[in-house]
T-cell receptor, first 114, second 114 residues
């Protein structure tokens, strides 16, 4: 079956702009989580959506937001970009929510803010 | 949340077994032990998980100490493709609010020599 897809794969934006990243989960998966990966902070949880509702949110400013559509596809948005937002943004999908279930990660979107 | 401790890096020879340790001395009775790995330039990949008993799958084996304060991920015959960062993560069955949030530490960078 097809894996998690993320678009775009690479993006260059300027400080102050906003950006929207997209994630298509594995067919049948209802949970989508987002992570930010930087060399300094490692992998950090942003938020999780399950059945179009945000289940949990990490410790990120309100400039980071997301949503999930009825087909489980998800988008995350970062407004007023800062240089420190340069990172690899990863999306993960899971059949449902809970500690028994594995998550499947996409290849990520590499965002560079100049 | 219970935390995990892993060595920063390990080295192995190709086609030899690899034992990747993880200490989790404050683990609770309801914490599942998950392992993920991240190959270069890819998103993390689920490897295996367990609660109390040792577990085997096509990728690896998970050996859990009797007191559950430590666990070991075993790759039976390392290949060059197994060179990755390996993350040991605890997920609490009781923490329904945590949903699918994964808390990544620094992981162990495994280098495989031909």
């Amino acid at each position: 079956k097809a894996g998690v897809t993320q678009t775009p794969r690479y993006l260059i934006k300027t400080r102050g702009q906003q950006v929207t990243l997209s994630c298509s989960p594995i067919s049948g998966h209802r949970s989508v989580s987002w992570y930010q990966q930087t060399p300094g902070q490692g992998l950090q949880f942003l938020f999780e959506y399950f059945s179009e509702t945000q289940r949990n949110k990490g410790n990120f400013p309100g400039r980071f937001s997301g949503r999930q559509f009825s087909n489980s596809r998800s988008e995350m948005n970062v407004s007023t970009l800062e240089l420190g937002d340069s990172a690899l943004y990863l999306c993960a999908s899971s059949r449902t929510t809970g500690p028994y279930y594995e998550q499947y990660f996409g290849p990520g979107t590499r965002l560079t803010v100049t | 949340d219970a935390k995990t401790t892993q060595p920063n890096s390990m080295e192995s020879n190709e086609e030899e077994p690899v034992h990747l340790p993880c200490n989790h001395s404050t683990i609770s009775g309801t914490d599942y032990i998950h392992w993920y790995r991240q190959l270069p330039s890819q998103g993390p990949e689920y490897v295996i998980h367990g609660l109390t008993s040792n577990v085997n799958n096509r990728m690896a084996s998970l050996a859990i100490a009797e007191d559950r304060k430590s666990s070991t991920l075993i790759l039976h015959r390392a290949t060059l493709r197994d060179a990755a960062v390996y993350y040991c993560i605890l997920r609490d069955l009781r923490a329904n609010n945590a949903g699918n949030m994964l808390t990544f530490g620094g992981g162990t960078r495994l280098m495989v020599k031909p």
